[in-house]
């Protein structure tokens, strides 16, 4: 397992979306030599067999990389435990990955950035992940090309496997840590007035998940995340297709154009708040009021156009 790097992609029914999300990670050259694992989900019901089915076909063609591995899903797990499983099988198989997921589409220096700062940051154990995603920022007289940060982000990214045996997964076990631990709700909430509302949710079952998961264990354990000063990523999700996403899409960021392939990544104890700032304030209370109401207004609007 020494040195080894492995690309794992997730994904269920949108065959159009991951053609889009592979065609788009094949730009990086180091693709040739990698490995690429797909986590592929299962039918929740007969009528969902045949986009399966589609999703697999092209899977089943795919070249361009090392060698492909399918995990294909025999029944549906859903959101949450498919990532949990994949993810356990590639922090017991691999020492270090790279994710993606089938609704991004990334840079040509996606897999460069991430497998440098993987690099760069590897024997630093309060580092988490590297993610590659960022919101619009203004880095001014920052000449830094990586941020450190506090709140995990799911929208491509790469990690280690020894960072990961101590996540907690298990919904009772992390309603305990919850109500037992001081000081929880005010750590998690820290980097967003979401995340405790979403925690309170997948532990009741309303939503399959596991990027919450991962934030808690940053949270609980003072951990942090590094992000790009220029994002790798564009998120295509945002539609009645996806699990979890609809909506305002309020991920839309300017996106590298990949020719700089050379990074300085900022030492882990360099801490910019002002860029911290700049990528939390989507997440301030006032500003998820506002994109509820925009959001309840779009779905209100798309029933009326249903009803018609």
Not at 34 to 41: H, K
Request: net charge positive; with cysteine; hydrophobic share 35%.
């Amino acid at each position: 397992m020494e040195n080894s790097l492995v690309i794992g992609v997730f994904c269920y029914n949108r065959v159009s979306k991951l053609k889009r999300c592979i065609e788009a990670l094949l730009k990086n050259p180091e693709c040739a030599n990698l490995d690429i694992i797909f986590f592929s989900d299962g039918a929740k019901d007969a009528s969902g067999q045949k986009s399966i089915k589609e999703v697999r076909d092209y899977i089943d063609q795919l070249k361009g990389f090392k060698s492909v591995i399918k995990h294909y899903r025999e029944y549906n797990y859903s959101t949450g435990p498919n990532f949990r499983t994949g993810l356990t099988f590639l922090s017991e198989n691999y020492e270090r990955f790279i994710i993606v997921e089938d609704d991004l589409i990334v840079s040509p220096n996606y897999i460069k950035y991430l497998t440098d700062a993987l690099e760069f940051y590897k024997n630093d154990h309060t580092v988490f992940c590297v993610t590659a995603y960022v919101f619009p920022i203004k880095k001014g007289e920052y000449h830094y090309d990586s941020i450190v940060y506090k709140r995990f982000c799911s929208y491509g990214w790469g990690g280690w496997a020894n960072r990961f045996p101590n996540v907690i997964w298990d919904n009772q076990a992390l309603e305990i840590l919850m109500n037992t631990s001081p000081g929880f709700k005010k750590r998690l909430n820290a980097e967003g007035a979401d995340l405790i509302r979403m925690l309170r949710k997948q532990i009741s079952g309303k939503i399959s998940t596991w990027d919450i998961q991962m934030q808690t264990h940053v949270a609980e354990n003072r951990l942090k995340v590094i992000y790009p000063t220029l994002s790798k990523v564009s998120n295509i999700g945002f539609d009645e297709e996806s699990t979890n996403t609809s909506g305002v899409n309020y991920l839309i960021t300017p996106i590298d154009d990949g020719s700089n392939r050379d990074f300085k990544f900022c030492p882990p104890n360099i801490i910019s708040p002002k860029l911290q700032a700049q990528i939390k304030s989507p997440y301030d209370f006032s500003t998820l009021v506002i994109r509820k109401l925009k959001n309840d207004f779009l779905k209100f609007t798309n029933n009326i156009r249903k009803a018609d």
